[in-house]
């Protein structure tokens, strides 16, 4: 009987079955899978409820439809292989679509976890987002990046190009030495180093929403000239450079001071304690000689020096960038300001700038022709913005306010230094040949501070607080030529000496010229 079954199943195989799927192709109504399955699988007397379930589209796993789950015992010359390929058949045939072989697609994710290695669970490396010096790269101590005295201050310049990120986590590039961008070249030697104007050197660039902090109240940041720092920050996302204290929350008060030191930037623009053949701004104007004045904090290894005869130089761009607690006397005995622009072309873009708690002078420009537009000064313990040897750029919109208890004058300007020294034909000649100082200031608002310095006594009895010359509006002496349009100042009125120009809303002494005043308001409070 077994033999005879066996003839019977090879019968059906070899005849059979290959003309099935001939007959479904021709049957309009093909038999479903689970049909197909009851006609096969009862032939052979293997059928099994999971191969059924499959058939009957339920999710049963593929690897269970193998010879494995079909429950039979034979004995004799039946073999395996052959009942393996009855079943296959089966599933094959009730597929459908003209024989084709339909499989579901199935997505497998093969992608890569790199935030851990899987064989061994270990963290993989952070990649490191601190700026190299081209020798060695800061460390990253996250949020923050480090950098040591080994990768810049004062006699350790930085001489390539470098960036600084946005970095994650309101992270903070902080230096522990003073940062100088560039060298500082004199006479001959910037010629020979092929250093003649802004762009020649490297360049700083710092991304928007930065933030630069120095650790102490030494340290100070400058851009050499023909160096070139590129800052464009946004008004979401501003740039702001200040003191580590600031950075993690350890600073005294919001009006805190002198924390770091400042920053200084050099160009090559026009001033007027250089000698000059010609008349600014005319054709022939030229430098006689070499023109290498000491900037501020200028000493030593912190020598940095501006000057020349181009008042179209471009030291970079400033946009949306802060200055804060800024004025230290560093080595020298100079106390820094928020920004020094020494010698700084009109070449160069400031737009939406703030000095913010500064001990010395919000912004101060020593020569040069840059223009600003858009500038904030608050809490400046001083003269918030200071024009002095033969400055003659614009400053458009600006609001100052100074601080309750301290701060000194709006505007301090002064047209030729050391004016009371110079005989009349030389203060002649600086007029004649427009090199003194002539800025322009638009649309400005200025609320000053009304406190005597803190040696003084204030009219209410009190004792001052000012820590510098007391509270004042503007300050034009020494033969400057300014040109005032739209101001408003406002002051709280309090008796001064006679002759002096504390406290007052303006004072103008020397041979000082208003080129224009228009449309200003000077208000007091009693």
């Not at 002051?491 to 005043?517: C, F, K, V, Y």
Request: glycine share 12%; proline share 4%.
């Amino acid at each position: 009987i077994k033999r005879g079954v066996n003839v019977l199943i090879g019968l059906i195989v070899v005849f059979i079955l290959p003309g099935i799927p001939f007959i479904l192709k021709l049957t309009p109504n093909r038999p479903s899978p689970i049909s197909l399955g009851i006609i096969i699988f009862p032939m052979t007397g293997i059928f099994d409820k999971n191969l059924f379930k499959f058939l009957a589209g339920t999710k049963v796993p593929l690897k269970l439809v193998n010879c494995g789950v079909f429950k039979m015992k034979f004995n004799g010359s039946l073999s395996r292989g052959v009942l393996c390929g009855i079943a296959a058949f089966g599933l094959l045939a009730g597929c459908g679509g003209s024989g084709d072989i339909k499989i579901a697609p199935v997505t497998t994710d093969s992608s890569t976890d790199n935030s851990v290695n899987n064989s061994n669970n270990v963290a993989a490396p952070v990649t490191n987002p601190c700026a190299s010096n081209g020798q060695i790269q800061g460390d990253f101590e996250a949020p923050h990046c480090m950098y040591s005295t080994a990768f810049a201050d004062s006699g350790n310049n930085i001489t390539v190009d470098m960036t600084l990120v946005d970095l994650d986590d309101d992270g903070a590039h902080v230096f522990s030495g003073s940062l100088f961008i560039g060298e500082d070249y004199t006479k001959g030697d910037l010629a020979a180093a092929g250093i003649t104007k802004g762009g020649d050197g490297p360049t700083l660039t710092i991304e928007a929403g930065a933030t630069i902090g120095f650790v102490d109240k030494t340290k100070f940041m400058v851009i050499m000239r023909g160096s070139q720092m590129q800052a464009v920050g946004s008004a979401s996302a501003p740039i702001t450079i200040t003191s580590l204290s600031d950075i993690n929350g350890t600073i005294a008060s919001p009006e805190a001071v002198s924390e770091w030191g400042g920053l200084v930037i050099n160009g090559f623009a026009v001033t007027n304690k250089c000698t000059y053949t010609g008349t600014r701004g005319e054709a022939g104007f030229a430098l006689d000689g070499f023109c290498d004045v000491a900037s501020e904090g200028s000493e030593g290894q912190d020598a940095n020096h501006y000057g020349g005869d181009n008042d179209a130089d471009d030291s970079g761009r400033l946009e949306y960038f802060i200055v804060k607690h800024t004025g230290n006397q560093v080595a020298n005995g100079d106390e820094l300001n928020g920004i020094t622009f020494s010698g700084v072309g009109n070449g160069t873009v400031v737009k939406n700038a703030q000095a913010y708690s500064t001990y010395d002078d919000g912004f101060e420009f020593f020569g040069g022709s840059v223009n600003m537009e858009n500038y904030v000064a608050l809490y400046v313990n001083d003269d918030s913005l200071d024009f002095d040897e033969g400055y003659n750029g614009t400053v458009t919109n600006a609001l100052i306010i100074q601080s309750e208890t301290n701060g000194n004058r709006c505007i301090e300007a002064d047209g030729i230094g050391s004016y009371s020294k110079k005989s009349d034909e030389f203060i002649t000649d600086m007029f004649t040949r427009k090199l003194n100082s002539r800025p322009t200031v638009t649309n400005l608002t200025c609320i000053y501070s009304p406190v005597q310095v803190d040696s003084g006594t204030n009219v209410s009895g009190g004792a001052g607080t000012g820590k510098h010359d007391p509270g004042a509006g503007f300050r034009f002496r020494e033969g400057l030529w300014p040109t005032i349009n739209n101001a408003l100042v406002v002051g709280s009125w309090q008796i001064s000496e006679a002759g002096s120009d504390n406290l007052s809303l303006i004072h103008i002494s020397e041979p000082t010229r208003l080129l224009s005043i228009s449309y200003a308001v000077f208000c007091v409070k009693k």
